[in-house]
């Protein structure tokens, strides 16, 4: 064999290795613009919405159907989200830091398809969007 092509073939067999063993990215969230949330929200197509601010933030107005577990309970309480673990959940709380927080205690407990709705509550608000 060539000497060319045998350098050839190891610089590809050590690409290959490289690739194989690296880690994978981390998962950025998808996220979900306020109008797409409305639109399947008006279809009945919604999905899993997870408010995770405090309950007075809630209470105070949320999303349409949105659930309500605060980000500093969701650890201890993820289990009772354990039915929706194949479910498509879209967090939200009132700027992003909160629900990246959730997504992360969500993300290792097994949940795949976690989204956040872009904006959160203070860009849904800005929108005029309903609230309940």
């Known amino acids: 064999m060539p000497e060319g092509l045998r350098l050839a ?7 290959f290795i490289a690739l194989a063993c690296a880690p994978p ?7 979900v613009s306020a109008r797409e949330l409305l639109g399947r929200l ?5 999905p899993v919405l997870l408010d995770v601010r405090s309950r007075e933030e809630y209470a105070a107005g949320h999303v349409p159907g949105a659930r309500n577990l605060p980000h500093d309970e969701l650890a201890a309480r993820a289990g009772e989200l354990a039915e929706l673990r194949d ?12 629900a990246e927080f959730a997504r992360q205690i969500l993300a290792e407990r097994g949940f795949r398809q976690l989204r956040h709705l872009d904006g959160d509550m203070s860009g849904w608000r800005e929108a005029g969007l309903p609230t309940e």
């Open 9 to 15: 073939l190891l610089g590809l067999a050590l690409a």
């Open 25 to 31: 990215a981390p998962d950025a969230p998808a996220e």
């Open 42 to 46: 008006d279809a009945g197509e919604a």
């Open 87 to 98: 479910e498509e959940l879209v967090l939200y709380c009132e700027s992003g830091r909160r």
